[in-house]
């Protein structure tokens, strides 16, 4: 029997998990206990409640894991700070104090965080550390259904990845490709929302939510003078218009000057216009570099399952995205036939569309797929608006799929087992019409179901 505790802390939203035998049994975020909103501190009451869930003493795991490795990242800092001197010396005279004192030395600080839990723990050799962006990858990976998969981790900043593409075959990750900070698509949103007055960290889904409001009018101005992005979602952000390589700020006087206003004061300024289309084009933006990234990876590595990891994957309106070209694939594999009767006529028109879909090269695996992708983005997002406008075409070519993988092969981890949730998931909160919902029953038996 292996336990092992996971531990996040010291940036934001401090928690803890316990697994046993490679099966998550707890986790907890610290927020909940002490009411600190994104509390950042150890997270003591989080591990003792994971402890006491499982009725065991912090000297009984075999491993104890820190999400990133703070050596990397001071590698980070200090060669940012030695790259850019002498600007940045008043963020450097004010991080440095702290990653003497406490950061630079983190296994021995959290160690003895850990002996005031359980003062039998003395073996310190336990404590391990994972590289930021393969523990992003692990908590998207591990826990889905797949044997394979891609995983495409996009956030502010590891160590020093800020975007990466990981491999994953059963229980082994191998990061594949990286970029670098400071060019980071979540910094790029971070700024955007610093400078429409919203808190960084804790602040971007307001700007995503603020963006439908807007219309994305700056679109250009931010890919021909902030960003220069490459076909297949790599990208370079012009430094010149940041300051939060070595500064206090996100932005500075050139981007004030690139779009004619000074950062929102959230005190005494007021959200206007301006910011909505602000927030729409940082958003677009967002939702083109995400699209062309999966696009890219999924054409160069040629595996079906796509796992999204780090804070940009939680952008809810770019997985909306996603949704919107995965239906349009599926919709080019049922042409020529027309159903776009399908809400009314749904039983009538599916012979048609099994046929034609049977009859393309190859149509069979493409639009199961295709079809299964679409299934796990609106899982992302389907609470969105504009998804639950697809919620019945979903449910439609969920219809389809479900007689041509009736004989597909049977159980195993990440292939068919999953259509059962899958269904469930998509019948279930009036997510689809009643006449769309009845073609399950004809379409599908008992046996298919519980397969």
Not at 207 to 235: E, H, Q, R
Not at 243 to 267: A, H, Q, V
Not at 375 to 403: N, W
């Amino acid at each position: 029997m292996t336990y092992i505790l996971g531990i996040s802390a010291f940036y934001h939203d401090s928690a803890a998990t316990l697994i046993k035998n490679g099966t998550i049994i707890s986790a907890a975020q610290e927020e909940r206990f002490t009411r600190k909103k994104h509390d950042s501190g150890f997270p003591k009451n989080s591990i003792n409640f994971v402890l006491n869930f499982s009725r065991i003493n912090l000297k009984d795991i075999d491993h104890i894991v820190f999400y990133e490795k703070p050596f990397l990242k001071f590698e980070r800092l200090l060669e940012t700070y030695v790259a850019f001197a002498p600007k940045g010396y008043q963020s450097f005279s004010r991080a440095m104090p702290i990653w003497l004192k406490e950061k630079l030395f983190q296994k021995k600080f959290i160690f003895d965080h850990l002996k005031s839990i359980d003062k039998e723990f003395k073996d310190d050799s336990k404590l391990l550390f994972s590289e930021h962006h393969l523990s992003h990858a692990a908590s998207a990976f591990y826990p889905s259904p797949f044997e394979e998969a891609i995983i495409l981790t996009a956030d502010g900043v590891g160590e020093w990845a800020t975007t990466t593409v990981a491999l994953g075959k059963k229980n082994k990750l191998e990061i594949k490709k990286e970029l670098h900070f400071p060019h980071s698509l979540g910094l790029l949103y971070s700024a955007f929302t610093y400078y429409t007055g919203f808190k960084v960290n804790s602040g971007e889904y307001k700007l995503m939510g603020l963006a439908p409001y807007g219309s994305p009018k700056y679109v250009d101005k931010i890919l021909d003078n902030l960003i220069d992005l490459k076909d297949d979602g790599t990208f370079m952000l012009d430094q010149k218009y940041f300051n939060y390589s070595t500064g206090l700020t996100m932005t500075n006087e050139n981007f004030n000057n690139l779009f004619g206003e000074k950062p929102r004061k959230p005190d005494t300024d007021k959200i206007t216009q301006f910011h909505m289309d602000i927030a729409a084009s940082i958003q677009k933006v967002t939702e083109e570099i995400m699209i062309k990234l999966t696009k890219a990876i999924r054409q160069e590595y040629n595996i079906k399952n796509l796992c999204l990891a780090g804070g940009v994957a939680l952008n809810c309106v770019a997985n909306g995205k996603i949704l919107q070209e995965k239906i349009k694939v599926a919709q080019d594999l049922l042409h020529p036939v027309d159903w776009s009767d399908y809400k009314k006529n749904a039983l009538k028109l599916l012979p048609a569309c099994l046929d034609n879909v049977l009859q393309k090269p190859d149509g069979k695996r493409r639009y199961c797929d295709t079809v299964l992708a679409i299934t796990k983005a609106f899982a992302l997002c389907g609470t969105m608006e504009e998804a639950m406008q697809h919620s019945a075409e979903v449910a439609f070519h969920q219809a389809i799929r479900a007689p041509l993988i009736k004989t597909e092969k049977k159980g195993g981890r990440g292939e068919y087992k999953d259509i059962d949730f899958e269904l469930k998931q998509l019948i279930s909160e009036s997510l689809v019409v009643e006449d769309v919902a009845d073609i399950f029953k004809a379409a599908l038996n008992e046996n298919t179901l519980n397969s």
